[in-house]
T-cell receptor
Framework: EPEVTQTPSHQVTQMGQEVILRCVPI?????FYWYRQILGQKVEFLVS????????KSEIFDDQFSVERPDGSNFTLKIRSTKLEDSAMYFC????????????FGEGSRLTVL | KNEVEQSPQNLTAQEGEFITINCSYS?????LHWLQQHPGGGIVSLFM???GKKKHGRLIATINIQEKHSSLHITASHPRDSAVYIC??????????FGTGTRLQVFP
């Protein structure tokens, strides 16, 4: 069964460092998403991406965050200068269609900022 | 007030019991998702609904668009159903709004 894969599964970094989280969506999917879940809290939408550009972003997704799909397969989330409050589980997801398309999630990347 | 409310927050059941988890939302939606989050953190999509009812194995999901309410039912519950069940809605954009989840524990 096709799946969304994420790397790394866990990353520990120092405050102020740049972090890149990588995702390989399902190959025929067109819509890509990043979500985050701070420990003990609900999942939150960060950003959606379609046709090589951001289609929607939340207020959390400020200038410290960026996404790109550099090679047509990987979908990356970059955090330029990490803060303690960026510590969370980050989930990538993809779908074939917007709105009514089933979402497929990766296993998540746990980011710990010290 | 949260745009997506789930009840109960925690649920304990004996194996074999019928379980219902409820979700109410306050925004217009194009679709509602029921998700399962395993103890390890991974998220699996169970259902995506825009109307009516869907069934998959022992799981049934219903939605009432007029009442802005959805339910997830588990028949003949089993300890392996223990997980957090999350309701999430998608409005007119592709931003998914999540509920806080219902933690289910099924004991043998």
């Amino acid at each position: 069964e096709p799946e969304v894969t994420q790397t790394p599964s866990h990353q520990v970094t120092q405050m102020g460092q740049e972090v890149i989280l990588r995702c390989v969506p399902i190959s025929n999917h067109l819509y890509f998403y990043w979500y985050r879940q701070i420990l003990g809290q609900k999942v939150e939408f960060l950003v959606s991406f379609y046709n090589n550009e951001i289609s929607e972003k939340s207020e959390i997704f400020d200038d410290q965050f960026s996404v790109e799909r550099p090679d047509g397969s990987n979908f990356t989330l970059k955090i330029r200068s990490t803060k303690l409050e960026d510590s969370a589980m980050y989930f990538c997801a993809s779908s074939e269609a917007i709105g009514t398309g089933e979402l497929f999630f990766g296993e998540g990347s746990r980011l710990t900022v010290l | 007030k949260n745009e997506v409310e789930q009840s109960p927050q925690n649920l304990t059941a004996q194996e074999g019991e019928f379980i219902t988890i409820n979700c109410s939302y306050s925004v217009g939606i194009s679709a509602l998702h029921w998700l399962q989050q395993h103890p390890g953190g991974g998220i699996v999509s169970l259902f995506m609904l825009s109307s009516g009812k869907k069934k998959h194995g022992r799981l049934i999901a219903t939605i009432n668009i007029q009442e802005k309410h959805s339910s997830l039912h588990i028949t003949a519950s089993h300890p392996r159903d223990s997980a957090v069940y999350i309701c999430a809605v998608m409005g007119n954009t592709d931003k998914l709004i999540f509920g806080t989840g219902t933690r289910l524990q099924v004991f043998p």
